[in-house]
């Protein structure tokens, strides 16, 4: 007879305990626990309460501004200190105590925040990311229909899309800057996954896939692989491609978890983007330029001047690395204005108050024949 391996014996995981100190009975642990819940939710009353009492001082005072994204983005940078020992994660401090925030806001006077929509998209996620749950969102049809909302006053804050690690710039949004008179007062940087999702029972049976383009572009390789015959349509949003995947017969979509969720999707393969890092950078834009953080980033709108001088390009650029401001972002853009000319979308760190910025923004002023402030806002914080 063949000797056979005896079956594995799963045993309950042994808890370590610390030396010197004794396992806490499991009753201790929960009585100790419901009398910290019931701490915890009494100081979130009296922080609501007191979120009260600030909001009736501002009306008192004629003050309209209830949101502070720079107070907002000092608390926050606060969390991040306080947790440096754990256990919990960063991120998961973080969205607690932007959910407590938003909720006490909320007490005030509930932000109204314009995205691109429809419900479903990751511009969606990006808002509840930022702004918490506690707000009301206003999904729109377009880019430009979110910057007409927050100029109009019918939206407090929009959040539109920027860039994309992968894929690069949204030029859309990117080109609404070269008019429009709002400014940026945020940023949120939101990892994305790209999920296929359909009423199909294999890909076998997938005839066409719709998503945003810039979602296609972000998958183009294991598209290439495993469904190079299937037909490829572009559409305004990924919320928009998941509800035609679910009216259509054939048709899948490209989106995120949340559009599945929403339109009764099935996820047929997840995360299928080319790259483990697809990371999505969003705008919060709004009406006012804000006060130092601490934490904060520059946008500028330059143009050289219309010459024929080869170092224009250089003219703008130099007094930035003379006072030590550190330029994280450089494109051009067609200024629209004629064929040919371009402007330059430019990120710094540090804000426009701050004394090297200060410094290198009055000489690049004398230089260049366009320099518009677009916005100094607090740096994402994860």
Not at 110 to 125: D, R, S, V
Not at 367 to 382: F, T
Request: aromatic share 4%; proline share 6%.
């Amino acid at each position: 007879m063949s000797k056979t391996t005896p079956p594995k014996v799963l045993r309950p995981r042994k808890v370590s305990v610390p030396v010197g100190q004794t396992a806490v009975p499991v009753a201790d642990s929960r009585a100790a626990i419901d009398a910290i819940d019931t701490q915890l939710q009494t100081l979130i009353s009296e922080r609501a309460r007191i979120a009260q009492t600030v909001g009736v001082a501002k009306r008192a005072s004629g003050a309209a501004d209830f949101y502070s994204p720079e107070r907002e983005a000092a608390v926050l940078q606060q969390v991040l200190a306080r947790n440096a020992q754990g256990p919990l994660a960063d991120e998961e401090m973080l969205r607690l105590f932007r959910e407590i925030m938003s909720a006490c806001l909320a007490q005030q006077s509930p932000l109204k925040i314009a995205f691109l929509g429809p419900e479903g998209t990751f511009t969606q996620q990006a808002v509840l990311k930022h702004f918490g749950h506690s707000v009301r969102a206003l999904p729109l049809a377009a880019i430009d229909e979110v910057f007409t909302e927050v100029e109009a006053g019918v939206a407090d804050f929009g959040v539109v899309p920027i860039e994309n690690s992968t894929e690069g710039t949204v030029s859309h949004t990117a080109d609404m800057f070269l008019t429009s008179p709002l400014k940026i007062c945020g940023e949120v940087e939101l990892r994305v996954h790209q999920h296929l999702m359909g009423r199909v029972d294999n890909l076998a049976a997938i005839e066409r896939i719709c998503s945003h383009q810039q979602s296609l572009a972000q998958c183009r390789g294991w598209l290439k692989e495993n469904l190079p015959q299937v037909e490829l349509l572009p559409v305004s949003s990924n919320a928009e491609a998941a509800r035609r995947a679910r009216d259509e017969q054939g048709t899948a979509a490209i989106a995120g978890e949340a559009a599945a969720e929403v339109y009764g999707l099935s996820v047929l393969v997840p995360e299928i983007e080319d790259r483990p890092d697809n990371t999505t950078r969003f705008l919060v834009v709004g009406r006012k330029l804000l006060k130092p953080s601490g934490q904060d980033r520059t946008t500028l709108l330059l143009s050289a001047p219309d010459t024929v001088d080869p170092g224009a390009l250089l003219k703008l650029l130099e007094p930035f690395a003379r006072y030590g401001v550190n330029m994280t972002r450089l494109e051009s853009r067609p200024s629209r204005r004629k064929k040919w000319d371009y402007v330059f979308l430019m990120d710094i760190e540090g804000h426009a108050e701050d004394k090297p910025v200060k410094k290198a923004l009055a000489e690049v002023k004398k230089v260049a024949s366009l320099m518009k402030l677009l916005g100094s806002y607090p740096r994402a914080v994860l």
